[in-house]
Structures are given as structure tokens and as C-alpha cells.
């Protein structure tokens, strides 16, 4: 039978006649009676609680133990309170409640006797003991028997077999004794056992060596075959701008031979170069053609020393031998001392920086009434080495004129050169 404690009274209940109410375990007589406070007895050391106005009562603590001296006094006989227990070393040890202090651990559950722990605690190390028991058995079990291993009883380590064990050894005649192999067929039998049986040759520096050339080998082919595929695409981008430059009429027949002659030259390999050779041959030359304007007399409306107006003329495509003049706009005149048919002039502006020039060309008969020719008052092409051929209907006139009207560079006006032609089988652009 499990006993228990009254909270109220103290008197030891069974667990059958003891009631549990809001955590508390109380005896039948105390379940009954109103839950009334006791004041406290004279002597106890306890003080009795203060009542506010409002009738709620204020909790008072205890007062401390200790005597005016500064020592701790006992404990007044019926108080209640447990003097705390002192070891041989005079230190105090702490004293537990009594079990009727002691509240369970859910509300309304009653609590376990001493007896009843003692033999959960004993149950749950019974249970332990029987489980390392089996883990014991466990352990030798799996060792044989015994803790240790004999050295001489351990399985020796496999050997390496190059040869399959599936493959038969060859059977040699008994009259006769196998013939040696040379060594480099016997190198090769023995490569290819090794293959069968999984095995993998070593990578040794002859080996490495090797397999690098044929890495260059191959990137060099790689690398040839790219600047193979830039040199097409360059060559194609620059027919096409020939054909779209034939094709808008903004230069002449000369000019797109000059620049497929060129292309066919720089370029004579590719895809490209081989069609702008073919159609160079249908186009005009001007080979046989004689400049007009070479060594002819020049003037301009300006002058930047040295580069005189007689450099546009001198027949030299150098860029130092050219006439300068600023700032714009500015015009240069050349005598060809006669009237002659003309219908192509070769214009050759300063090309250097990214730049451009915007300029317009008049023939004249007699040196006062102009005709303008050439009109690139607008262009933004950028000027070349090659320079621009400009075709035109057949003229008359003994004076040409360049007005210089815009240096995207700076205010200066340059000309490298200029060429006049007389070209009867020049086709006019439109």
C-alpha cells in the first residue's frame, strides 16, 4: 500500500483515502475544513500577515535568524523551521523540506514513494547490465572468439597476376622446348595480357612528351584554321563594300578598278580576292591614261609655308608633299593652259586622325563662269590613301578649282593631290 503525507496536517493517509485538491494531497477530515490560514503561535518567529484597505493581504517575509551580534540564532522550538545541519568541517549543509512540502511534477498526479523510485532505479540498471551483456557477446562473436588475431593465422595479401586466371597456360611439346620469342614480340604478348587482365601502362616522360606535341599539333591547326576564317571575313567585308560603293554611284568605274586591283593584290588567296580580281579585268584602267594637272601652274587662297599650292600638283601621294591652307573654308585653282574634254578627277585629301573632308569641284573654260562637276559638300567618308575618283560627263575647260569647305579635325584645309583626266571611255555615275 503506497502511504502519503496531508499537506494540512501532516497525518500519514493511504493513497485510497487521500484527496488531491489544486496540488495538494489532504487527508479526509482536512478536505472537508475551509482552507483557513492558522496565525501564527507566540515564539514561532513567524509574523503575521498585513491586511491593506482593500482587504487583500500583503505577503510578509520572514525575518532573518541573526541576532544583534551578527550570529545566527536557532530555531525557536515549534517554528516550524529546520536548523540546518553543520559537517565536521563546519560548513552548513542544506536541508530538504519535508515531504509534505514537496510539490509533484503535474497538477492532480500523486506523488511516487521512495520505495517506488528506488525500484525504477534499480529496474533501469538491471536493463543496462543485460543490454552491455549482449553487446559483449556481440563483440566476440565477430572476433573469433578471442580479442586478438593471430599473426601466422591472418590470410596472406592477394598477389598481383598480370595474366587472366580464365587463360590456360600453353602446353609445350615434349620432344621439343618452346621457342624463345624476341623480345619485342614477347613485349607485345605480354602488353596485351596486361590489357586483358585491366591493366594500365605507366605515363613516363617519353609518353607525356608525346602526347604534348600532339596537343601543339593540334592547336597550331586550330590556330591556322582561325586566321584562316579571319582573313575570308576581312576580304569578304571589303568586296562588299566595293560592290555597295558601285552600286550607290558615288564613285566611278576607275575607282572601283583601283580598289579591286588592290584587293586582289593584299587579299589574292581568299574567296574574295579571286572575285575582285575577276572583275577588276572588266572595268577600265586608267594605265594608260595621262594626268592633266601634273606640273601644271596652281594657286590658292591661302598658304601655310612650306606646303605651297604646287605640292597638290607634283605627282607625289606623300602626305608631307601636299599644300595646306586655314583656316577653311579655302579653295586651290589649277591651269591646265588649255581647254580640253575632261570627265575623271583622281582627288587625293589628307588621311590621317579618322578624319574626313566636305568639298566641291568646278571646271571652268575661261575662268569666269564655273561648273560644278564633283559635289561632296555633305560627305563623311573617311579619306584613304587610295583617295576618290570622281567620273562625270565629258567637259570642256582649261580651269579646275577645289573648294575646300570643312576639315573634321581641325579649321586647316589639305590636298595631297589632285588628277585630271581626260577619259572618253570613262561611263559617267549617275
Known amino acids: ?167 590456360p597456360a600453353p602446353v609445350a611439346p615434349a620432344s621439343a622446348a618452346p621457342a624463345a620469342l624476341p623480345a619485342s614480340a614477347a613485349t607485345v604478348a605480354q602488353r596485351s595480357d596486361l590489357s586483358a587482365a585491366g591493366y594500365k601502362a605507366p605515363i613516363t616522360a617519353q609518353t607525356d612528351e608525346k602526347a604534348a606535341e600532339e596537343r601543339r599539333q593540334r592547336g597550331s591547326s586550330l590556330l591556322v584554321a582561325d586566321m584562316d576564317d579571319i582573313r575570308e571575313s576581312s576580304a569578304q567585308r571589303e568586296l562588299d563594300g566595293i560592290l555597295e560603293l558601285e552600286k550607290s554611284g558615288k564613285s566611278s568605274p576607275y575607282e572601283v578598278r583601283l580598289r579591286c586591283d588592290r584587293l586582289a593584290a593584299s587579299r589574292g588567296g581568299t574567296k574574295a580576292g579571286k572575285i575582285a580580281a575577276e572583275k577588276a579585268k572588266t572595268l577600265p584602267s586608267l594605265s594608260a591614261a595621262v594626268n592633266l594637272a601634273q606640273g601644271k601652274p596652281a594657286e590658292g587662297t591661302g598658304t601655310e609655308a612650306p606646303h605651297t599650292p604646287a605640292r597638290a600638283v607634283d605627282g607625289d601621294l606623300s602626305l608631307d608633299s601636299s599644300w595646306w591652307a586655314g583656316p577653311g573654308p579655302q579653295s586651290l585653282t589649277v591651269d591646265l593652259q588649255q581647254a580640253q574634254p575632261i570627265s575623271l578627277i583622281h582627288f587625293f585629301p589628307y588621311w590621317s586622325d579618322g578624319r574626313y573632308y566636305q568639298y566641291t569641284i568646278d571646271a571652268s573654260k575661261d575662268g569666269n563662269e564655273w561648273q560644278k562637276v564633283v559635289d561632296q559638300s555633305a560627305n563623311t567618308r573617311l579619306s584613304v590613301p587610295d583617295g576618290f575618283m570622281h567620273g562625270f560627263a565629258p567637259v570642256e575647260a582649261r580651269y579646275v578649282r577645289v573648294n575646300m569647305l570643312k576639315n573634321s579635325v581641325n579649321p586647316s584645309m589639305h590636298i595631297v593631290e589632285l588628277r585630271v583626266y581626260s577619259a572618253p571611255e570613262a561611263k559617267p555615275a549617275p
Do not use: F, W
Request: aromatic share 0%; proline share 14%; net charge positive.
Open 1 to 167: 500500500m503506497n502511504l502519503l503525507y496531508c499537506d494540512a496536517c501532516g497525518v500519514r493517509v493511504d493513497a485510497e483515502t487521500a484527496v488531491v485538491n489544486a496540488g495538494r494531497t489532504l487527508c479526509r477530515a482536512c478536505a472537508g475544513k475551509p482552507a483557513t490560514p492558522r496565525p501564527p503561535t507566540a515564539g514561532s518567529g513567524l509574523r503575521a500577515p498585513v491586511r491593506s484597505a482593500s482587504g487583500l493581504r500583503a505577503p510578509v517575509s520572514a525575518p532573518p535568524l541573526v541576532a544583534a551580534g551578527g550570529a545566527t540564532q536557532p530555531p525557536r522550538a515549534g517554528s516550524g523551521i529546520r536548523a540546518p545541519i553543520r559537517s565536521t568541517s563546519g560548513l552548513r549543509v542544506p536541508v530538504s523540506p519535508p515531504p509534505s512540502s514537496r510539490r509533484t511534477s503535474a497538477p492532480g498526479a500523486q506523488p511516487a514513494p521512495p520505495i517506488a523510485r528506488s525500484k525504477i532505479t534499480a529496474l533501469a540498471l538491471a536493463g543496462g547490465g543485460v543490454l552491455l551483456a549482449i553487446l559483449g557477446v556481440i563483440l566476440l562473436l565477430s572476433t573469433g572468439g578471442s580479442g586478438t588475431t593471430n599473426p601466422s593465422q591472418a590470410p596472406a595479401p592477394p598477389t598481383h597476376q598480370p595474366v587472366a586466371a580464365s587463360r
